[in-house]
Nanobody, 116 residues
């Protein structure tokens, strides 16, 4: 049974940092790319960052490039999203995503609120 479970959200001040984690289970984690999405109130869900399986090649949305870093620890079946220099517009529910055997799997989401 495939599962992805996020954690690490919370309230952070503008300019601060936060690290999100996503623990995956039920599939050969190291072989699959992973993604982070976010959805702000009243907006569509958007892709934030993705990382390939082998090789760990990364891609980012323009809005977070240079501030966010996606990484993975295959020994722990975990993908991370390090968020630095956060802005109020980063406020959203952040979701972990995996596409395994042509099926989509989403976590329950973790709320990130950037506010002073």
């Amino acid at each position: 049974q495939v599962q992805v479970v996020e954690s690490g959200g919370g309230l952070v001040q503008p300019g601060g940092s936060l690290r999100l984690s996503c623990v995956a289970s039920g599939f050969s984690f190291s072989s699959y790319p992973m993604r982070w999405y976010r959805q702000a109130p009243g907006k569509e869900r958007e892709l934030v960052a993705r990382i390939t399986g082998p090789g760990g090649i990364t891609n980012y949305a323009e809005s977070v490039k240079g501030r966010f870093t996606i990484s993975r620890d295959n020994a722990k079946n975990t993908v991370y999203l390090q968020m630095n220099m956060v802005k109020p517009e980063d406020t959203a529910v952040y979701y972990c995503y995996a596409l395994v055997m042509q099926r989509e799997y989403w976590g329950q989401g973790t709320q990130v609120t950037v506010s002073s």
